[in-house]
Structures are given as structure tokens and as C-alpha cells.
């Protein structure tokens, strides 16, 4: 079953923070998030392996609440090359393993 | 290393005919995704394999798919016979053991 991204688009201003959220109904092993720019592939930002985690990728973060079943992508201080589309992937603890089911994203845009 | 190298780039054909999509991981990958990227049904794992063995064949979406993993260096994708609702960008992905996946730039196919 596919995961519930919100918000499904923002808008935001350079130097304004975003927060991107994904639930899923099944209990989760991992998550992963991917930001794909409008005509190329989706591009790998960060893998969160154990609940109540936070990685961080220079001004952008996640943390994964696995009792919840939820993650978030903080992006701080947004520029422009953030702009695009951003996907989570989550991996289920029962069936396949490495088996990702994507959400149906969060187009972000950054404007000057 | 080249990346995730997939062909070809873009395919226009006509209803009814086979289409064969090509994808060569990254070297020492041992896992490997077919995916279709739609504006409707969003970004859809059709089939993965690990070790060149098909593991999870359950996204692919009717007998007139399938995809072979002949070796560690190469898969294809068969479409036969092609319909306009095929009309998608696959892409093709590969990792190794619980890590990122690599996209490849995807094949645009149009079915006319």
C-alpha cells in the first residue's frame, strides 16, 4: 500500500524552511527519500534504518518515528536547487525485502 | 563508474508492437528494479531482482510484460504487444545489499 505524502505541493521563499511528511499503514524497516527534478531520475537523499532516527544532508534532515509509522524531510534554509519533486520509499518489516513503494511526492518550489 | 545505463533514451512505436527496454547496473549492484513513472499512478515498482533471480514479480501489470536478468551486468523489459497505456518512463535502479538505489535516466516510451 502506498504511503500518504502531505503536502502534495508548497511554495516557498529562498531561506524558508519546509517540512515534508510521510505515513504508512504498514509497520515500516526503512525509509527512503528521493528528489527528482522535472525530466531526470529521482536522486537518493537519505536512508533512515531505525525508529526515532534523524540524519542529516547539509541543510536538509529527516527523522523517522517507527511507532508511528512516520517520517519527515526537513529542508532548512531552502535555495533553489531544492526545487523539485521529493518522494519517500518505504521498505515494509514482512514480505520482500528491499522492496520500496513510493509515494505519489511533494512538488516543492523555491523562488527567489 | 557510468551509472545506472539504461536504452534506449526514448521509444515512439505503434500499438501492437513488441518494445524492448535494456539496463546495465552499476558494477557489483546485486539487486535490480524495473520502474514506470506515470502522472497518474505515480512512480510503480514492476519487478525485482536479486542475485539475477526474480523475486518479486507482483507489480507487473499483465502477462505482456516481462523482464529477464541473464546475467549481473544486464535485464531487459519486454512489452508485447504494446498499448497506448504503456505510454510511461521506465526506469531502472539498482543497489547493493540495504543501501541507496541508483536510477538510471529512464526510457521515455510512447505508444501511438
Known amino acids: 500500500q502506498q504511503p500518504v505524502q502531505s503536502p502534495q505541493a508548497v511554495i516557498l521563499r529562498e531561506g524558508e524552511d519546509a517540512v515534508i511528511n510521510c505515513s504508512s499503514s504498514?509497520?515500516?524497516?526503512?525509509v527512503h527519500w528521493y528528489r527528482q527534478k522535472h525530466g531526470e531520475a529521482p536522486v537518493f537523499l537519505m536512508i533512515?534504518?531505525?525508529?526515532?532516527e534523524q540524519k542529516g544532508h547539509e541543510k536538509i534532515s529527516a527523522s523517522f518515528n517507527e511507532k508511528k509509522q512516520q517520517s519527515s524531510l526537513y529542508l532548512t534554509a531552502s535555495q533553489l536547487s531544492y526545487s523539485g519533486t521529493y518522494f519517500c520509499?518505504?521498505?515494509?518489516?514482512?514480505?520482500?525485502?528491499?522492496?520500496?513503494?513510493f509515494g505519489s511526492g511533494t512538488q516543492l518550489t523555491v523562488l527567489p | 563508474d557510468a551509472g545506472v545505463i539504461q536504452s534506449p533514451r526514448h521509444e515512439v512505436t505503434e500499438m501492437g508492437q513488441e518494445v524492448t527496454l535494456r539496463c546495465k547496473p552499476i558494477?557489483?549492484?546485486?539487486?535490480l528494479f524495473w520502474y514506470r513513472q506515470t502522472m497518474m499512478r505515480g512512480l510503480e515498482l514492476l519487478i525485482y531482482f536479486n542475485n539475477n533471480v526474480p523475486i518479486d514479480d507482483s507489480g507487473m501489470p499483465e502477462d505482456r510484460f516481462s523482464a529477464k536478468m541473464p546475467n549481473a551486468s544486464f535485464s531487459t523489459l519486454k512489452i508485447q504487444p504494446s498499448e497506448p497505456r504503456d505510454s510511461a518512463v521506465y526506469f531502472c535502479?539498482?543497489?547493493?545489499?540495504?543501501?541507496?538505489?541508483?536510477f538510471g535516466p529512464g526510457t521515455r516510451l510512447t505508444v501511438l
Open positions: 520509499g518505504t521498505e515494509p518489516t514482512s514480505g520482500s525485502a528491499r522492496q520500496l513503494t
Open positions: 533512515l534504518l531505525k525508529g526515532g
Open positions: 535502479a539498482s543497489s547493493e545489499g540495504v543501501a541507496e538505489q541508483f
Open positions: 504498514k509497520a515500516l524497516y526503512s
Open positions: 558494477s557489483g549492484h546485486n539487486s
